[in-house]
């Protein structure tokens, strides 16, 4: 997941913005990995959302009271996910002309 | 939801047909309008998946058995079917140089 978590869109493609935005976890920042979603309609990384309920059984958004039991699989998520860091990388090497600068010329 | 629900995705944009496929409904074929989500993972237009539960009580997609009680409002689903709209729109108007062709010139 490290390769394109950066802001990394460039301004032709700032209207992806939005999107990236939806794909990522309100607990870490970075892109949903193995998408859970809450019965409040949250959704966090499995990992993260785990680790917050250890400490208080809350939905870290929105504060409804909820259980592990409560969290149920967003799959969908996770292959939009690994769509999307495949389109933007595919789409910002087409509308990029010149080749990459490289560190040693 | 009429205006950009054909496949009108043009070759330079053909990476953005996975995500396309994802956020439309097995039973409708169309993009998700009020996105529900089954305990099963999978996801249907709201409408679609109550009409389809009045006949069977089973997940259209991989047989589980359902009720309407074990369906869940997936709501970034909705977020992300607009976003992803709006996006297409932009990109394909700023990958067209030239106007579009009009009807009568
Ligand atoms: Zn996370
Ligand atoms: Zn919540
Ligand atoms: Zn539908
Ligand atoms: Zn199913």
Not at 30 to 51: P, V
Not at 73 to 84: A, E
């Amino acid at each position: 997941m490290s390769i394109s978590n950066e802001a990394d869109l460039p301004p032709n493609l700032s209207c992806l913005k939005t999107i990236d935005t939806l794909l990522r976890c309100p607990i870490c920042f970075d892109f949903l990995n193995i998408s859970m979603m809450t019965q409040c309609s949250h959704n966090f990384c499995s990992l993260c959302i785990r680790k917050f309920l250890s400490y208080k059984l809350l939905c870290p958004v929105c504060n409804t009271p909820m259980t592990e039991q409560d969290l149920r699989n967003n799959r969908i998520l996770d292959d939009i996910v690994q769509s999307f860091q495949t389109a933007r990388q595919q789409l910002s090497q087409a509308n990029f002309d010149s080749p990459p600068i490289s560190p040693k010329t």
